[in-house]
């Protein structure tokens, strides 16, 4: 393929032929010297010279200007080539011997030499062509003549008959070079198209490429980040655990000691009380009553009040404080956790209240207001300006215009609800204070059995009809303008992420058409 380009190039426009002894005229065009010696001579006494191939005028007979470098080309591809031998096709003017022919002449029907070339007439009707073409293509089917002409009509080659006589006659035809020519030039500008979309591919191409490189960067750091984060937790909850062993030793060995103390005064009261058992036995085993008489007064040795200081000890601290060591415990996993939150950059639960003041008089908000129903009738709640009008929809109470923040929402009990955020200055009336349908909220939307994202009415369908789970996480970075959705399930799923340039506070809002959507309660660790 390279070859045969490369032998066009190299083809002189007069002859057809691998330029032999190139040379150029001013215009730049470039011949065989005998080939343009020819056709200057031609021109003699016509009153000016012009080039054969752009046809630019020239007063005096040109002055020829050898092409040497063309020529070191030319003679480098013709001894690359195989021996024209190999064609078998031989010059048909040549009776008294084989010369190989280098062209065909499909007006003459004849093969043509090298010799025999260079004379051979120019007129447009003698149509040169390689000598191995099949002449079956060449010719018209009907009529067995050279195909000259184009029907630009049929879109068809078509010989003189065919056009004259033929089914082609009265249509607009042309000659196959100035039709070829044209095709050329759309074929140019089909090649233009193609190199410009080419380019622009290449383009995309490499922008998708930097877009990997920088996801590939951001993996990277992230797990850097995350590995970091580990050999840290894991340290935080070493130190935490020797922490809460240490403390149940610690009880545990106290709670010891007080039994011991305690068996320890026992064992002593028990030697007394024995040493005075022997001795009462001794008195009553005495005949004589004045010595039974005389003896001290034995008393009781139980002494209640010992029992009573006892029990309260053990009552004290008799037992491990297990209490204490489950508040040590989670008291130490909250602050690691609440480190962690503040150092890794990882989003804080917001515990999200709604607004009773913002909500329709068709939206019922729960007494704890976490969740919103759509109401069957008008609730009769004054008309405010925070409150919205037709469309049953709240704002949160919290406002959000720093950092990272996440809020979850069980969707399961509706079948046509809206999750985002806003700014508080949503309008409250009309088709433009729903949440999606202005510049100033962003929303994951479920209706129609579809699922999509809604900002300034330009809605986003996304490519399932079901997401995966009932619960819905939306995540806010107001620093870095990002709102994003995610589906609940295992893995968790991303859905959409929205970009913009925060300018106020944002509040988280939602909508309910049909049936009740649950924020979820306090539950930060899942």
């Not at 020819?38 to 005028?57: A, H, I, M």
């Not at 062209?103 to 000598?131: F, G, I, M, T």
């Not at 008008?378 to 929809?393: D, G, K």
Request: one cysteine or more; aromatic letters at 6%.
């Amino acid at each position: 393929m390279a070859s045969a380009a490369l032998s066009q190039e190299l083809e002189c426009p007069v002859c057809l032929s691998i330029y032999t002894d190139p040379v150029n005229l001013r215009c730049g065009h470039n011949f065989c010297q005998v080939c343009i010696d020819r056709v200057l001579d031609t021109q003699e006494g016509s009153g000016g010279y012009s080039c054969p191939e752009c046809r630019e005028k020239f007063i005096r007979r040109p002055t020829l200007q050898r092409n040497i470098a063309l020529r070191k080309i030319a003679e480098g591809f013709l001894s690359t080539q195989p021996d024209q031998e190999d064609t078998g096709v031989f010059c048909s003017n040549c009776v008294d011997s084989s010369v190989v022919a280098v062209k065909y002449c499909l007006h003459c029907d004849a093969s043509l030499c090298v010799k025999h070339l260079k004379v051979h007439s120019k007129a447009p009707e003698h149509v040169l062509c390689d000598p191995n073409t099949s002449m079956e293509t060449r010719k018209c089917s009907v009529h067995k003549k050279i195909l000259e002409y184009y029907c630009t009509e049929d879109a068809a080659c078509v010989c003189v008959s065919c056009r004259l006589d033929g089914e082609h006659r009265g249509h607009q035809v042309e000659m196959l070079a100035a039709a070829s020519e044209m095709k050329k030039k759309k074929l140019r500008n089909v090649v233009q198209k193609l190199m410009e979309e080419t380019e622009e591919a290449e383009k995309r191409v490499q922008s998708l490429e930097e877009r990997r490189r920088k996801a590939q960067e951001k993996a990277a750091g992230e797990t850097e980040r995350v590995n970091a984060l580990f050999i840290d937790l894991r340290r935080q909850l070493k130190d935490l655990k020797k922490k809460v062993l240490n403390d149940i030793i610690r009880q545990a060995q106290q709670v010891s000691q007080l039994y011991n103390d305690i068996i320890q005064q026992l064992e002593i009261k028990k030697e007394e009380l024995s040493r005075k058992m022997c001795h009462i036995v001794e008195l009553c085993n005495m005949t004589d009553p004045l010595t039974v008489l005389q003896e001290s007064d034995t008393g009781d040795l139980c002494d209640t009040e010992d029992r009573e200081r006892h029990d309260k000890q053990l009552h004290d601290g008799g037992d491990l404080d297990v209490a204490g060591i489950s508040h040590t415990l989670h008291t130490g996993l909250s602050d690691i956790m609440s480190g962690v939150t503040q150092t890794s950059g990882l989003p804080v639960y917001a515990d999200i209240l709604l607004d009773i003041n913002t909500a329709a008089n068709n939206l019922h908000i729960s007494a704890d207001r976490k969740t919103a129903s759509s109401a069957e009738r008008s609730q009769n709640l004054p008309e405010t300006p925070e409150r919205f009008q037709y469309w049953p929809q709240a704002l949160s109470s919290q406002r959000f215009s720093s950092g990272r923040h996440y809020w979850e929402v069980d969707v399961g009990g509706s079948y046509d609800w809206r999750v985002g955020m806003c700014y508080p200055g949503i309008a409250r009336r009309g088709d433009q204070s729903r949440i999606g349908y202005n510049n100033k909220s962003w929303c994951l939307y479920r209706g129609y059995n579809q699922y999509s994202v809604l900002h300034d009415r330009k809605e986003i369908q996304l490519l399932y009809d079901k997401i995966p789970s009932n619960r819905v996480r939306i995540c806010l970075d107001y620093e870095a303008g990002q709102i994003s959705f995610y589906a609940l399930c295992d893995p968790i799923r991303h859905l959409h992420t929205f970009t913009a340039a925060f300018t106020k506070p944002l509040h988280a809002a939602l909508c309910v058409w049909g049936g009740c959507i649950q924020i979820s309660g306090g539950n930060q660790g899942r």
